[in-house]
């Protein structure tokens, strides 16, 4: 599969660790929030999504965490797996259109 | 259900030829917005469709076109081809709501042009 940046910044974590990945945000205004996971050779996968109106939501071993203060978004996965390696983007949403903006992604491995 | 499907999944064109890629929405499905990935890049916003009309475009040349027809289904055209539109084109899909209600937007795989 064909990368999809060649100078990521890499999170490095070990197997059964939680992962944290942080995205800062461009706008204030920006009001709808996804993560997307990436694998090697396909599209991005929606993992969870948050809303301005919450500073946190939980999905399935992923909880997102909004912070407006300082327009900043993370991402936390529980017990990492190897199957969690992949590159992770935060993408903004901006008054209610389809027109996201996307973050330059975290690759992220896990180590065995 | 059924995901996003691109077609084709991979193509080589040369430079001042044409191109068109066809995207298939989630059934339901009425807003499909168009992405252009590349290393240097990133994922960068093209265009977004719904009910037949262009509402959102980003920030890219003329030769960048869209159209969505009546069954949802979208194609994006690319006039006079240049080496620097090699990338991965990545179309997603939303269960579009009323105004100011964004909803999850979910991605095909992708068609990887290469141009020559």
């Known amino acids: 599969g064909e990368s999809v940046g060649l100078h990521l910044p890499t999170l490095s974590v070990q197997e059964g660790d939680n992962s944290i990945i942080n995205c800062a945000y461009s706008n204030s205004a920006s009001d709808y929030f996804i993560w997307y996971k990436q694998e090697s050779g396909k599209g991005p996968q929606f993992i969870i999504d948050?809303?301005?109106?919450?500073d946190k939501r939980q999905g399935q071993r992923v909880t997102v965490l909004l912070n407006k203060t300082v327009k900043h978004l993370s991402l936390q996965i529980a017990a990492t797996q190897p199957g969690d390696s992949a590159v992770y983007f935060c993408?903004?949403?901006?008054?209610?259109?389809?027109?996201?903006?996307f973050g330059t992604g975290t690759r992220l491995k896990v180590l065995a | 259900k059924a995901g996003v499907t691109q077609t084709p999944r991979y193509l080589i064109k040369t430079r001042g030829q044409q191109v068109t890629l066809s995207c298939s929405p989630i059934?339901?499905?009425?807003?499909v917005s168009w992405y252009q990935q590349t290393p240097g890049q990133g994922l960068q916003f093209l265009f977004e469709y719904f009910s037949e009309t262009q509402r959102n475009k980003g920030n890219f040349p003329g030769r960048f076109s869209g159209r969505q027809f009546s069954n949802s289904r979208s194609e994006m055209n690319v006039s006079t081809l240049e080496l620097g539109d090699s990338a991965l084109y990545l179309c997603a899909s939303a269960l579009a709501g009323g105004p100011q209600v964004v909803n999850e937007q979910f991605f095909g795989p992708g068609t990887r042009l290469t141009v020559l």
């Open positions: 948050i809303r301005s109106n919450m």
């Open positions: 059934s339901g499905h009425r807003s």
């Open positions: 993408a903004e949403n901006i008054g209610g259109t389809y027109k996201y903006i």
